[in-house]
């Protein structure tokens, strides 16, 4: 089946050891999201590409970084993780970004990162 | 600024029904969607509305009134699967997801 897919459900790291979680997609969607949730909280968007065109949210820190080597994968890089940075991390896709009704975003199982 | 407002919590009793209020102000509006999201598991799509009205799908439905800045949406002959957040989403003018803290449903027997 199309789908999203993120590795792995559950990250565990060190107080300011680098990791890196993946996503990939058989969708052939356009679009990829990382979002940062906390607990009861809502998705925070951190950064997104239409195809390779990078785009940051102004206020995700330096510490968070992307890569899309192409169009079935995307890398969320967390150089120095923090306590604060401790949440679940979703990757979602959607077809070109305008998010109508044929185009919802189709979100992956997430990893919940834990920051030991 | 941009804001989605849902309640937190609500309960309800299996077999009910039950209706969760979204109301939002943002810079622009090109739809609303809602989100199911089960504990620890990501959100699943439930519904889109650009036009007012009421559209309904099975068991849910999801009402809009643009001029009002206000959506619902309604579960009917609730089952336990059912308590999971709900997530209120608005599409603002430059097509950026703004996205409610989600309202936690809790379906007793």
């Known amino acids: 089946d199309a789908m999203v897919i993120q590795n792995p459900r559950y990250q565990v790291t060190q107080f300011g050891k680098p990791v890196t979680l993946s996503c990939s997609q058989t969708?052939?969607?356009?679009?990829m999201y990382w979002y940062q949730q906390k607990s009861s909280q809502a998705p925070k968007l951190l950064f997104h590409?239409?195809?390779?065109?990078?785009?940051n949210e102004a206020d995700t820190p330096d510490n968070f970084q992307s890569r899309r080597p192409n169009t079935s994968f995307c890398f969320l890089d967390i150089r120095s993780p923090g306590l604060g940075d401790a949440a679940m991390y979703l990757c979602?896709?959607?077809?070109?970004?305008?998010?109508?009704?044929?185009?919802?975003?189709?979100f992956g199982d997430g990893t919940r990162l834990s920051i030991l | 600024g941009q804001n989605i407002d849902q309640p937190t919590e609500m309960t309800a009793t299996e077999g009910a029904i039950v209706q969760i209020n979204c109301t939002y102000q943002?810079?622009?509006?090109?739809?609303l969607f809602w989100y199911q999201q089960h504990a620890g598991e990501a959100p699943t799509f439930l519904s889109y509305?650009?036009l007012d009205g009421l559209e309904e799908k099975g068991r849910f439905s999801s009402f809009l009134s643009r001029s009002k800045g206000y959506s619902y949406l309604l579960l009917k002959e609730l089952q336990m699967k059912d308590s999971a957040s709900y997530l209120c989403?608005?599409?603002?003018?430059?097509?950026?997801?703004?996205w409610g803290a989600g309202t936690k449903l809790i379906i007793k027997p």
């Open positions: 979602a896709t959607s077809r070109d970004g305008t998010g109508n009704s044929n185009q919802p975003q189709h």
């Open positions: 969708l052939n969607h356009n679009v």
């Open positions: 590409y239409y195809d390779k065109d990078f785009n």
């Open positions: 943002t810079s622009g509006f090109n739809g």
């Open positions: 509305n650009v």
């Open positions: 989403a608005v599409l603002d003018s430059n097509y950026q997801l703004i």
